[in-house]
């Protein structure tokens, strides 16, 4: 459940990069895009970092799937009420919904809400010569996320990095490149459980 929420949280970034302007533009660019991935997580005092890496494909957010093939396979599914988190070498699949105490700690959740994203963190937006970076903060101080640094493209407003930090001081980034157009029907964003697998609910 922790790894799900730990997605999930990246998502919040995702919920509210940009202004309201670019986080609408932003939204737009990446449903029906593939693009590959790196991630690392920075445990609180370590200096190195976990590293993982593989594709992604966006639907209308926030539906998404996640295929990591680096350092081992795993798949993470969103539907946008309902989560899968699949690793095969464990040979099961968690599957999660989330409630609505999850919902205000995510708020990923909130896209195309712009008086909830108002709400729930303050925005710092600058931009560069070919790219607009914002800052956002929680405005509550439980919050799940303390905070998150989003980096998209001026031109083409695609993610190019996301990096926060969580309450317990860890750190995760997101590096995304590579971007382009793939056909993503609701199937994509649900999955079934192959045979022999253990479905654990995490409800």
Not at 33 to 39: M, P
Not at 42 to 66: D, I, Y
Request: charge should be neutral.
């Amino acid at each position: 459940m922790k790894n799900i929420l730990i997605l999930l949280s990246l998502f919040a970034a995702t919920a509210a990069f940009a202004g309201p302007a670019e986080i609408d533009r932003a939204a737009s660019a990446l449903s029906g895009k593939e693009a590959q991935f790196t991630q690392r997580f920075t445990p609180k005092g370590f200096k190195n970092a976990q590293t993982e890496s593989g594709t992604v494909v966006f639907g209308t957010l926030p539906m998404m799937r996640w295929s990591y093939t680096a350092p081992e396979q795993k798949v993470f599914v969103f539907d946008g009420s309902q989560s899968w988190f699949y690793v095969p070498a464990d040979k099961q699949v968690t599957v999660a919904r989330l409630d609505e105490t999850h919902k205000r700690e995510l708020p990923f959740l909130l896209i195309g809400d712009p008086a909830a994203r108002e709400k729930h963190f303050v925005l710092n937006e600058q931009n560069g010569r070919d790219s607009i970076t914002t800052t956002l903060q929680p405005r509550a101080a439980s919050a799940m996320i303390r905070s998150i640094v989003i980096t998209t493209g001026a031109s083409d407003h695609l993610i190019r990095s996301i990096s926060y930090t969580d309450r317990e001081g860890n750190r995760t980034a997101f590096d995304l490149s590579g971007y382009h157009p793939r056909a993503a029907p609701a199937e994509t964003f649900r999955f079934t459980p192959p045979a022999g697998v253990q479905v654990v609910n995490a409800d």
